[in-house]
């Protein structure tokens, strides 16, 4: 069954409601984001976090010693680079690492290969922000990708109407969405119970 990445929980309704309906990434923004909160509201919001749903952190271009200090203090899972880092300083730090591309084309998916990570999120591009922007890529870019689909997070404008689809013709281990569990610019329970429902269900295209 197709895992689920829910990012940029601030409030802990979403959190418990994401949790309740079968999450099995939380993400928390540490990045300029409008999505972003502090490291108080993240140790907070991750006490309603059963160890079987793991947190990640997301940090775009951030310091290797702060990120280890985020997360001994949250007790993150995994860390998310979502900006420019070198496979040598995800390396380094040497917490187990997800990587995020932003796809523009086909040597971006290329480029996954020099990474050595546990997790590789092949996003659209930012606008605003470095992610988060509620846009698609063109999934036939990753055809030629050489990451083994066990290993493949898909991102970037998915919803509860795109998601299944997206499962059929990627076949990723999980698929992760922001924007499209919003409504108005907040999280809705509604929306990611029914994102998880559907892209757990894999039938509703
Ligand atoms: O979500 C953000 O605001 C964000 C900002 C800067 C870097 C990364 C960010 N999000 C990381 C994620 O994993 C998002 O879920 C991913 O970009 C997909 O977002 P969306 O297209 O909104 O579903």
């Not at 991750?46 to 310091?63: D, H, L, Y």
């Not at 870019?141 to 499962?167: C, R, T």
């Amino acid at each position: 069954m197709t895992k689920v990445k829910i990012c940029g929980l601030k409030e802990i309704e979403h959190v418990e409601t994401a949790v309740k309906a079968g999450a099995d990434f939380i993400g928390f923004m540490f990045a300029p984001s409008k999505r972003r909160i502090t490291v108080e509201e993240a140790v907070e919001l991750a006490k309603a976090i059963p160890s079987t749903v793991k947190k990640v952190g997301v940090f775009v271009n951030e310091e290797s010693a702060t990120i280890r200090q985020i997360a001994k203090e949250v007790g993150l899972d995994y860390i998310q680079y979502h900006g420019d880092e070198t496979p040598e300083q995800i390396q380094g730090i040497g917490l187990p690492a997800i990587k995020a591309f932003s796809i523009r084309g086909e040597e971006d998916v290329m480029r996954a290969a020099t990474y050595d990570v546990d997790y590789y999120l092949f996003d659209a591009p930012g606008s605003d922000f470095r992610g988060g922007s509620g846009k698609s890529f063109d999934w036939m870019l990753l055809d030629k990708m050489k990451i083994p689909l066990e290993k493949v997070i898909l991102a970037g404008g998915l919803n509860n109407e795109n998601v299944g689809l997206a499962i059929m013709l990627v076949e990723p281990f999980a698929v992760d969405v922001s924007s499209g569990v919003e409504v108005d610019g907040r999280k809705s329970s509604a929306a990611i119970t029914n994102f998880i429902e559907t892209a757990k269900g894999e039938l509703i295209l």
